[in-house]
């Protein structure tokens, strides 16, 4: 059965924002990749006729292979093997290939970690390629020495650390598949995903450091190792051992045979770990993200089709230049980490910054006192970022000399024409164009993108398709509607970033991308296009939810807060945020005997926390005495979605709210 989704109505408030166009500046146009709206559209009509010639010339040009492809695209719905029978690796296009060429010596990650304290600089550390090679080879081979082989799954729960982005090229470098569990989920989630993914080493830290705290990942590595199934079953059995970074000197219980430290273990190994010749569909990794239904689904991407993706887009999207000081802000535990922090810059020979902490610790001013520090010339952040930066106001970024930026991108969410123009007045000052990237998980690379020496922008669009992308908005029937109405956002044509499966789920990928419109892979987004052709993203339109640029499932927090022995039945809606763009509205309904309090209500959250990770607490609880359903029993979240939409819980936390009446009108109605 397909989701339930249905097509939405244009939002006016865009609208009034597509006549404002800013052309590329000129300086961009001169030396940019692609230098001409021309240029790109000669490019893009190439890539949508000829596909097969347009992907083997990139594919030969930008790749280093051990062993040439046979075919470039097998395509049977919904499977796609791009290059089959070509032989590369991942870690050795990231790393080995410049080791000969003057890029060798030149930064690859520069760190900077959580200050101090207000004014003080965070610790910092820089990587060459050179080093950065010989790190990964010596973290290799302690993989190696802990059992780890060609197709083990390992997850990485680490902070915002160098090792981090060490941990997922040493698995790509021996052909094992890494899952990043993002630092700041649950052990729950953790044991979740080590169970799904029959994981057999955990690599994290004894704690990272966010706003000013310890967080401590390796108790929570611990809890997840000795959580239980509903049948006293242990969910993380398959782990075999631990390596645990020292980072914070947090004290940690260490189990003798399991556990090992990873700086002890590096002693113990060469630094010689020649790179595996690897087929060009072997799974590279599995990140898990939330889906309407059910737990979060582990999307798996594959070697040489994504790795061409995260490359070309990095290259193209922000016009990368040797020069650069390229800094995308998200956390590795995200696809953006993977494919815009690691795997995109360093296959382009780029410098990659990154930062551990969080926007505005110890001040609002932490971003852009890094990026007058290193000279960051590529900011690459999230609109939920940009809304609290217009929040605390100028006087932060002007206190500091921003004056080496020279392109900004947005991802995550649809960014407000609002922030869009603060962030180019404020931020670019009017001299650095904008590239609103959409894209998903699932794609593993842009898709929707401004070029930004060609596109002409418009404050709060992705613009334009990138190489190869077939989008289309079609109606609940799968028909192609007219420019400027609301409609599903659908990709016509396979690419070489696409998702190859979800983990161990083969019916749930047919179901969930490929059933919605027959012959297209649905995205999940409402879309408009246009006059000009333009993508308009709306935002969902199934029950995912976009908090803050992160994506929950409103079943994953419903399971999380009915598993609560107090919670009878509830119902989790969006409802619209100035800052976070969605926030979460949980109505509950609790057992007999249970009175509703404001206690209660913490406890929910925090249970919540517990179950998932603090990322998915419910903004607002409301508890009802019974929740409006249809007459079949389906929970009416539209109404639901009406009334949590209708402002913030006012007067009496603890007064039940009563849906009767409106349910059975509702009802009435069907
Ligand atoms: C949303 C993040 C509007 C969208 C890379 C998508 C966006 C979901 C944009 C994927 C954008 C991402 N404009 N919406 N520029 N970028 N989205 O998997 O709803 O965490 O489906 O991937 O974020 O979120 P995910």
Known sequence: MATTTSAPSVNITTVLHENRVFPPPKSFAKAAWIKSMAEYKKLYHESIRQPEKFWARQAKEELVWFKPWKS????????????????????????????????????????????????????????????????????????????????????????????????????????????????????????????????????????????????????????ALALKDAAGNLLAKTIEKVIVLRRSNHEIHIQEGRDVWWHREVQNVEADCP???????????????????????????????????????????????????????????????????????????????????????????????????????????????????????????????????????????????????????????????????????????????????????????????????????????????????????VLRRPWPGMLRGIWGDPARFVQTYWSEVPGCYFTGDGCRQDKDGYYWIVGRIDDVLNVAGHRIGTAEVESALVSHPNVAEAAVVGRSDDLKGQALVAFVTLKTGILASPGIREELRLHVAREIGPVAKPDDIRFAEMLPKTRSGKIMRRLLKQIAGGGEIKGDTTTLEDFSVLARLAAAEE
Not at 286 to 315: D, E, F, R, V
Not at 353 to 366: I, S
Not at 394 to 420: F, M, Y
Request: net charge positive; glycine share 10%.
């Open 72 to 223: 470039v695209l097998q395509w049977k719905l919904p499977q796609a093997k791009w290059f089959a029978g070509g032989q590369l690796n991942v870690c050795y296009n990231c790393l080995d290939r410049h080791l000969n060429t003057p890029t060798a010596n030149k930064a690859a990650l520069i760190w900077e970690g959580e200050p101090a304290g207000p004014g003080t600089p965070g610790e910092e550390r820089t990587y060459t390629y050179k080093q950065l090679h010989r790190e990964v080879c010596l973290f290799a081979n302690v993989l190696k020495r802990n059992g780890v082989q060609k197709g083990d799954r390992v997850i990485i729960y680490l902070p915002m650390t160098p090792e981090a982005a060490m941990a997922m090229l040493a698995c790509a470098r021996i052909g094992a598949v890494h899952s990043v569990v993002f630092g700041g989920f649950s052990a729950q989630s953790v044991a979740d995903r080590i169970f799904d993914s029959q994981a057999k080493v955990v690599i994290t830290a004894d704690g990272g450091f966010r706003r000013g705290s310890v967080v401590p990942l390796k108790k929570s590595v611990d809890d």
């Open 275 to 489: 790179a595996e010749k690897l087929e060009s569909e072997t799974p590279l990794f599995i990140l898990y993200t939330s889906g309407s239904t059910g737990k979060p689904k582990g999307i798996l991407h594959t070697t040489a089709g994504y790795l061409l993706q995260a490359k070309l887009t990095t290259k193209y999207v922000f016009d990368l230049r040797p020069e650069d000081v390229y800094w995308c802000t998200a956390d590795v535990g995200w696809v953006t980490g993977h494919s815009y922090v690691v795997y995109g810059p360093l296959a382009n020979g780029a410098t990659s910054l990154m930062y551990e902490g969080a926007p505005n610790y110890p001040e609002p001013d932490r971003f852009w006192r890094i990026v007058a520090k290193y000279g960051v010339t590529i900011l690459y952040t999230a609109p939920t970022a940009i809304r609290a930066f217009m929040k605390w106001g100028p006087q932060w970024p002007d206190k500091h000399d921003l004056s080496s930026l020279r392109l900004l991108g947005t991802v995550g969410e649809p960014i407000n024409p609002e922030a869009w123009m603060w962030y180019r007045e404020v931020i670019g000052h009017k001299r650095c164009p904008i590239v609103d990237t959409w894209w998903q998980t699932e794609t593993g690379g842009i898709m929707i993108t401004p070029l930004p020496g060609a596109t002409p922008t418009k404050p709060g669009t992705a613009t334009l398709p990138f190489f190869g992308v077939v989008p289309e908005v079609v109606d609940d029937q799968g028909h192609p509607v007219p420019k400027n109405s609301g409609g599903k956002l």
